[in-house]
């Protein structure tokens, strides 16, 4: 094989990672003029919608329902919540010309998420208590104009994929229950489908989404030390039902604000984390829910044997094609290249027959994350395989690549000797003054990530942050050396 | 029940349409300052979703893949194809300011299509013979500025969803296949899965797709005697491939510019006409193939009879669930009411469950379009049902509220007389002088629509050309009464 066929090693994280995307046609950059806009071929697309059917599974399950809104909105929506609107008033791309090159009266604008249209909505829609909880959702691209320098394959882009879960309540402790729902269900979608390891945390108040009451983040770990966001709960408390008006009458006949919550899975991002985490040197490794091929036959070909090679192959897919996605190589290069390119390709499963398996009438199934072999029967074939599908998250986590790497400081210089080690989430006795902010993010582009959220049978939001005030008692904040430490807190480099 | 309940009777279709779509939450107008974008509160969304799928599912059995690209694209794009971007420039909303209100270089438009973005990323995937046929769809949703006084829920629309498969072959031959093969996915859909009548025909010259060598068009029938375009195929020839370099390498190692073709299905179009089509004066009727309920089941209580109706109505609930959409209304209401509200939603079938039903352990199966009871055993019921629901496409085609009425006309005043009819479409000799299109267009408001296509066993494009042609032979053109007729050509009003 020649040597431009290697990937560069995924120590050389940002080489790897836009090149492994390009060769295994996830996102396709080469489109003229326009930076920041990506083409996904077939099999990215077909990897995203299988990552979106995850979550769009959990939230049906769990009473939401889908709703379709504009991609474009009248800039006049983003006004009414002022704060929301100066959150995203830089980000925004804005069309000001219509048909026939004539100014608009009104400006648009590309949304840069769906709070203010839906919520628009939601204003007529929300008239009585047996009208809610109202739990919807909506599938679809967003925008925003990130600085070209910022640019990233999935992780920061112009317009990216995302899901966004809306629901009214009728009260603060309903609102409470549903953000307990939402992470949940990235619980079930990242960790048990998909295998990723992330941090839950609750972000400091000055970092919360312009609007909310508080604002919960879900952190993974980049090769690099850095950290991604890749979804976010919201609980917005009455702030937008007073802005836009969504008012329910209760059983009194009494008209009162609604509670809301809403819910964001960044599709892109994530699916940019898992390129991340679980790839190696080899290329890509898919955990099986989102592969767009779960199993490929590999045919090992050897003289006289052929013919039967070739008919065992065709009734290993014949059987294995009524339960799984699987695609038989019946190509002219050889083994050895086959095994290399679908691996490049992060096939979860390969399926070996030579002429050993055609004799024992077995098969030989090879993990590529470990390449584990394991020699299955040719009768117990579906079963087996779905065992290893099922425990592949599992095993994929324990296995992972990239680790989530915590560790805490206690002095200045320790948060400096932690950073350099590539550490992702570094906890520290934190005073949250201003000052301190700002000479983490100068001097170490560090930033502040918030405390960790029901890791030990906590039941709310409140009892994390209180756990976090009492861990830092009588502590002094370790970044100004004078103002006591208002509580524990991570911090951590971020894309 | 109060008359405010009525819907406008359906011969007054506007207020009907508009009414109906409301009222069964379809579409949601009330976007402030945002005429022509609407929300799809989730029984439309369900509904798209459903009609989507459709397609999806055809077109991956015939071997194309998803891709995703770009909403925004840069202008530049539209530029390459000239002939293509006056065909829409008048069209296109423009993106001129981006991050901090800077002003753009090079300006973005929201794509009103995809060909030009899509054909950018096919010069690079295609390379040789062995790339091709190049397969790929993307589902998404496009934008038209189109001017105010047009806009119409579902049809007219200036965001509107749909579906566009875009194929590379390596020869006229098999482009011309391939639109064969576009015209059955939408045969498949349109007549076998939902029921709708329509008229395939080859648009005139003058009225095909900018950079096409020949456009064919789906048009159905509406209520007010117009018709209405759902969707498109367009033979694009080496047009496309010479503006975007979209070249593969064939057997002999020469380089050649491949044949394009594209197909659009226009998913809110089609929900529009299915609306229009089948609906009545009660309100909507879905086809059950995209009904978010199939079947709803109505208990109607009696005396003494109560808890064994509810026991006998859970059962057949869970039994139906198995292979149904089903939703059982156990609400407070009289089963008159349930009735005409289900009625109004369309929900294809009603299951009724009283006393009489308990006793003969049957249940009573009543269709939304006719009415039609149907009696059936318990023990029958999900292989009866699935019967029922196999033949209603073709049933409600049979019995269409609004037929496709097509005539033909020896002359001018026979036209006025027809278009008085509501005949959707004329058939007339026709000269193809630019004044007479003008003629029509400006007295009577009437569009020339094509000649039908694949009517009687022809086999290209051309044949049917050649038939129209043919049929013309000696006759006159009606609308100038001098020059020769060059073809017989279906006129009709158009949405």
Redesign the interface.
Known sequence: MSNDLKLPPKSDFSNWYTEVLFRTAIV?K?????RG??????Y???I??LLEDLFISELKNTGH??????????E??LEIEKEHAEGFA??V?????????KELN?K?V?RPTGET?IY??FS??VRSHADLPLK?FEVR?V?R???NKAVFPLMRT??F?WIEAHDVQENLSQANKQVSEDIEIFEEVIRNKVGLPFKRLKRPEWDKFAGAIYTCAYDVPLPDGKVLQIGTTHNLGQNFSKAFDIKYEDDDGELKYAYQTCFGPGISRILGAIVSIHGDDNGLILPPAIAPIQIVIIPIPKKDWDKKITEFAEKTFALLEEKFRVYLDNSEVTPGRKFYEWEEKGVPLRVEIGSREVEANKIMLVKRFNREKIKIDFEDMNEKIQEVIDHYPEELLNNVNVELKIDSAVSYDEIIELVEKNTHLIEIPFCDNDDCVEFLKDELNVKVRGVPLFEHGETSVQECEDIATKRAKDKTCIICNERKAKRMIYIARQY
Chains 1, 2 share one sequence.
């Open positions: 396709d080469r489109i003229t003029d326009s806009f990506y083409g996904y071929p077939p990215g697309a077909q995203l919608s329902f889908p709703i379709r809104t504009p991609t474009v909105i009248p006049t929506l830089p980000e791309w804005t069309i000001t010309h219509g048909r026939d090159n009104i648009k590309l249209i628009s909505l007529y829609w919807i691209s925008f104009a990130e600085p112009h317009e994929y």
